[in-house]
């Protein structure tokens, strides 16, 4: 069974840091470019960053010089690196495999100001 697991959301103030992780299924991780999204509270689910199998990475505009996504693939494992983070980077952050139906549950992220 497929699974992706997030960790790493809470409570954070302005300006602080916070590092997620996504711990997937070895046959799915290894073959798929994965990515982090974020959902506001009654907005959509945006792309936030992506990396592929070879390291290459992708950042949307608003994330770009505060967010690193890095993947380890002998542990399956991405993570997303937050640092400067504002009250606008609030909502739940999802992992995902790139062209696939699999998703992570979510890991909720607060940034208060």
């Known amino acids: 069974q497929v699974q992706l697991v997030e960790s790493g959301g809470g409570l954070v103030q302005a300006g602080g840091s916070l590092r997620l992780s996504c711990a997937a299924s070895?046959?799915?991780?290894?073959?798929?470019?994965m990515a982090w999204y974020r959902q506001a509270p009654g907005k959509q689910r945006d792309l936030v960053a992506s990396?592929?199998?070879?390291?290459?990475?992708y950042y949307a505009d608003s994330v770009k010089g505060r967010f690193t996504i890095s993947r380890d693939n002998a542990k399956s494992t991405v993570y997303l690196q937050m640092n400067s983070l504002k009250p606008e980077d609030t909502g739940v952050y999802y992992c995902?495999?790139?062209?696939?139906?699999?998703w992570g549950q979510g890991t909720q992220v607060t940034v208060s100001s």
């Open positions: 990396i592929t199998a070879n390291g290459a990475t």
């Open positions: 995902h495999a790139l062209q696939s139906d699999y």
């Open positions: 070895a046959i799915i991780f290894r073959l798929k470019t």
